[in-house]
């Protein structure tokens, strides 16, 4: 088995990712593991019949700018419990680039909250964690917020 060394933390600023990442730093501090929290945001593109609409880059800096300040406050308010952290901020697919983060940045564990939607809800927005799940080679740790 493989020492865990770096635990990798995508949040999304809700409840959920929060509860993962406080548990991700928990486990870290255990382990004498470092924490990276990464948050991957998409950038919006509205698709028509007769074309599609594509975010302006003011919209899109205003974007990365709110989310770099969620991510510097989640980091800030973690300070402090013995467990080096540091972030990045990642404009793509969530569970494409947790997957490249992840192999990029050489984590040994992903530790990642789940909603457990079931049924039509899960259907309509999909699973970022079970995404992970299936195409990381990095090992997924699964935290649900009960």
Not at 63 to 79: G, K, P, T, Y
Not at 90 to 114: F, H, S, Y
Request: proline share 5%.
């Amino acid at each position: 088995m493989q020492t865990i060394k770096k635990i990798l933390a995508p949040i999304a600023f809700d409840d959920t990712s929060s509860g993962s990442l406080d548990y991700a730093i928990q486990l870290a501090k255990q382990l004498g593991a470092t924490v990276c929290i990464v948050h991957v945001y998409p950038i919006p593109l509205f698709s028509f019949p007769d074309g599609t609409l594509i975010t302006s880059p003011d919209v899109a800096t205003q974007l990365s700018e709110v989310a770099q300040r969620h991510l510097d406050e989640a980091v800030r308010l973690r300070q402090g419990q013995g467990v080096e952290l540091s972030s990045l901020l990642v404009n793509g697919n969530p569970w494409e680039d947790i997957v490249v983060v992840a192999e990029r940045e050489k984590a040994d564990l992903i530790v990642m909250g789940t909603h457990g939607r079931r049924g039509v809800t899960r259907a309509l927005l999909g699973s970022v964690a079970e995404r992970v799940l299936r195409s990381s080679r990095v090992p997924v740790l699964v935290v649900h917020p009960s």
